[in-house]
């Protein structure tokens, strides 16, 4: 299998979990993403995936991420208070509501589908605190 095979392979497995369809995934270069760091962004038509990423668990967790924003939008989230990462500081940015939810979310797929935990050791211990309060609530919510 080929690495767009995987992707493909795992987002459905996601979305199968989270109740919703299937978007488009497509491999794009570096220079579409938002930052020098970002491996996937959600547009209105497609999961976008850095293409000179290998298949790793930074990119199975990207999926995930950029997936349960899908989700959050199929599900009405209102997107009016969203700033993006380039607008305010990673602080502020990572302890918005959708991003705690969804960096949560990616988490505890890694821990169920890998066994790894994420750390977000690059991130401060409000945030950390916020995604670990979340991922509880989202393990109530499907056991």
Same mark, same amino acid.
């Given at each position: 299998?080929?690495?767009?095979?995987?992707?493909?392979?795992?987002?459905?497995?996601?979305?199968?979990?989270?109740?919703?369809?299937?978007?488009?995934?497509?491999?794009?270069?570096?220079?579409?993403?938002?930052?020098?760091?970002?491996?996937?962004? @959600?547009? %209105?038509?497609?999961?976008?995936?850095?293409?000179?990423?290998?298949?790793?668990?930074?990119? +199975? #967790?990207? /999926? !995930?991420?950029?997936?349960?924003?899908?989700?959050?939008?199929?599900?009405?989230?209102?997107?009016?208070?969203?700033?993006?990462?380039?607008?305010?500081?990673?602080?502020?940015?990572? @302890?918005? %509501?959708?991003?705690?939810?969804?960096?949560?979310?990616?988490?505890?797929?890694?821990?169920? +589908? #890998?066994? /790894? !935990?994420?750390?977000?050791?690059?991130?401060?211990?409000?945030?950390?605190?916020?995604?670990?309060?979340?991922?509880?609530?989202?393990?109530?919510?499907?056991?």
């Amino acid at each position: 299998m080929d690495k767009k095979q995987i992707c493909i392979k795992f987002a459905r497995e996601i979305c199968d979990i989270l109740d919703i369809s299937t978007p488009a995934i497509k491999f794009v270069s570096a220079d579409r993403m938002q930052t020098s760091t970002q491996i996937a962004a @959600l547009t %209105p038509d497609a999961i976008l995936i850095r293409n000179d990423m290998t298949v790793s668990p930074e990119l +199975f #967790f990207a /999926i !995930a991420h950029e997936l349960r924003h899908f989700y959050q939008i199929s599900n009405g989230a209102d997107l009016k208070e969203y700033q993006t990462s380039d607008k305010i500081s990673k602080e502020q940015y990572n @302890l918005q %509501p959708l991003e705690v939810d969804a960096n949560a979310f990616a988490a505890l797929v890694m821990s169920d +589908f #890998f066994g /790894i !935990a994420p750390r977000f050791q690059n991130l401060p211990e409000s945030v950390r605190d916020a995604i670990s309060g979340r991922m509880e609530q989202i393990r109530k919510e499907y056991e």
